[in-house]
């Protein structure tokens, strides 16, 4: 899957109504994964994985715990390309969904959930890029110093 079709994808699972947890667009990408190959399902997860690891970076992620950085990070990219890559160029717009908890931990289990549905099995995955919080060590090289 490249990044096109990930954000094509997102876009096209969002629901009309607001849905600020992410739970029905979570549920909408997880059937429609579910529905597909595998390949789609692995695609998903590494483009997932790396938008996710795009953010992790200090501008974005200074004083939130782990968790909560994670949670919002996945706001961000719930909320569609748009809003991720303008935030990807302005920082600031980071601000609100981290303020006012704008959370999308769902997001992070659709891959797993898809995965499962198709093999019936757990899948121990791996990613190229890690989204758990602060993994990306050029995002927050200097911060450690800091």
């Known amino acids: 899957m490249n990044e096109d079709t990930f954000w094509r994808l997102i876009d096209d699972c969002t629901s009309p109504t607001p849905d ?3 739970e029905q667009l979570a549920a909408t990408l997880t059937h429609r994964l579910a529905t597909g190959p595998l390949a789609t399902v692995v695609g998903f997860a590494e483009q997932l994985s790396w938008a996710l690891y795009r953010l ?7 004083g939130l715990s782990g968790d909560c950085f994670l949670y919002t990070r996945a706001a961000v990219v719930a909320a569609g390309r748009d809003a991720y890559e303008a935030t990807l160029r302005d920082p600031r717009l980071f601000t609100p969904y ?3 908890l704008i959370w999308a931990e769902t997001l992070l289990y659709v891959p797993d959930e898809a ?11 791996g ?3 890690s989204y758990e ?4 060590t050029e995002g927050w090289a200097d911060a450690r110093t800091v």
């Open 98 to 100: 981290a303020d006012d």
């Open 115 to 125: 995965y499962r549905r198709i093999t019936g099995e757990e899948w121990d995955r």
């Open 127 to 129: 990613t190229r890029h």
């Open 133 to 136: 919080s602060y993994s990306n």
């Open 56 to 62: 992790d970076r200090k501008e974005y992620g200074r």
């Open 20 to 22: 600020p947890d992410a």
